[in-house]
């Protein structure tokens, strides 16, 4: 099996998309706790939102420069499968405007 970084990209902040009360945050999960049931087999790691980027270079430290919102890391045959695992998920029936990144990884 292969081993596939998930990046979740959003329009909207990590941190925006969590100020919600607690009872709608604890229903908001559901969808993606029965996913990541599903898929246990196929998620190493289920990954974690992200906040707060920051850009560094040899000379600079700015603001994090990419709408990436979390990430997770999968194990599948191809990139077809992390398709369809992806495409049943929650992910863009909550957010129909958000998109991922998908890179295999290469050990």
């Known amino acids: ?3 596939f970084l998930v990046l979740y990209m959003a329009p909207v902040t990590a941190e925006q ?3 919600i009360s ?3 945050m604890k229903k908001g999960m559901e969808p ?5 049931k599903k898929y246990e087999k196929e998620f190493v790691d289920r ?3 992200l906040v707060s980027g920051t850009h560094i270079t040899i000379s600079e ?3 994090g420069k990419t709408p990436i919102t979390g990430y997770a890391i999968l194990q599948a045959e191809n990139i077809d499968a992390v398709k369809t695992l992806l495409a049943d998920g929650p992910y863009f029936t909550m957010m129909p405007e958000a998109s ?3 890179f295999e990884m290469m050990w």
Do not use: A, L, R, Y
Not at 32 to 36: D, G, P
């Open 22 to 24: 607690p009872e709608e």
């Open 1 to 3: 099996m292969k081993k």
């Open 17 to 19: 998309q969590t100020s």
């Open 61 to 63: 430290v700015s603001k």
């Open 100 to 102: 991922v990144e998908v």
């Open 32 to 36: 993606w706790m029965t996913w990541f």
């Open 47 to 49: 990954g974690t939102q």
